[in-house]
């Protein structure tokens, strides 16, 4: 089967760094993508990898390794601001998308 | 704003009631999502839509229902609701609806089920 697993809930501290795991079981992969959900609102994309290998956007960085099937999300220099839930997707065959259940970052100053 | 509209914003029905939920995707996007999201749960993947066919199905129980019209809007229909219906449905668009698309979100519609 198909699926997709993140811890629930981080707790970090305003100013640290923070990774997020995502590991993966699915067939037919094509790539592994994170978005971030504050409370109330609508998911945004943050980031996609489909190549083994880092990726970076400013603060948050994204990592993919294809042979370990697993994946995470850096935040650096956390803010308040970044508190939200974070969720990785993976895309596989036919066009199919399973998410994370998400996991609820949590800063503190 | 990620340009996809969602109409209505809340919606408060009964159960075994019938509704429908519309989207508008970004402007030049061809593929419409559409997902549900119980309280504090992650995404549950519904449908898939590309230029009026569908592409890919999840989750989608029998109930539900959606379609993309000729002018790429998306209804999604939800009937003999019960309470456990009761979620966030979020619709999001992509310009191809292909697997390396980033997908865009709209605000939501929120299905109470009383």
């Known amino acids: 089967g198909q699926s997709l697993e993140q811890p629930s809930e981080v707790t970090a501290v305003e100013g640290a760094i923070v990774q997020i795991n995502c590991t993966y079981q699915?067939?037919?992969?094509?790539?592994l993508s994170w978005y971030q959900q504050h409370d109330g609102g609508a998911p945004t994309f943050l980031s996609y990898?489909?190549l083994d290998g880092l990726e970076e956007t400013g603060r948050f960085s994204s990592f993919l390794s294809r042979s370990d099937s697993y994946g995470y999300l850096l935040l650096q220099e956390l803010q308040m601001k970044d508190s939200a839930s974070y969720f990785c997707?993976?895309?596989?065959?036919?066009?199919?998308?399973?998410w994370g259940a998400g996991t609820k970052l949590i800063i503190k100053p | 704003d990620s340009g996809v509209t969602q109409t209505p914003k809340h919606l408060i029905t009964a159960t075994g009631q019938r509704v429908t939920l519309r989207c508008s995707p970004r402007s030049g996007d061809l593929s419409v999502y559409w997902y549900q999201q119980s309280l504090d749960q992650g995404l549950q993947f519904l449908i898939q839509?590309?230029?009026?066919?569908?592409?890919a199905k999840g989750n989608i129980l029998e109930r539900f229902s959606a379609q993309q019209f000729p002018d790429l809007h998306s209804e999604l229909n939800l009937s003999s609701l019960e309470l456990g219906d009761s979620a966030l449905y979020f619709c999001a668009s992509s310009p191809r609806g292909g697997t390396t698309d980033t997908q865009y979100f709209g605000p939501g519609t929120r299905l109470t089920v009383l």
């Open positions: 997707a993976v895309t596989y065959s036919n066009y199919q998308l399973i």
């Open positions: 699915t067939s037919g992969f094509y790539g």
């Open positions: 990898n489909a």
């Open positions: 839509y590309y230029n009026g066919e569908e592409r």
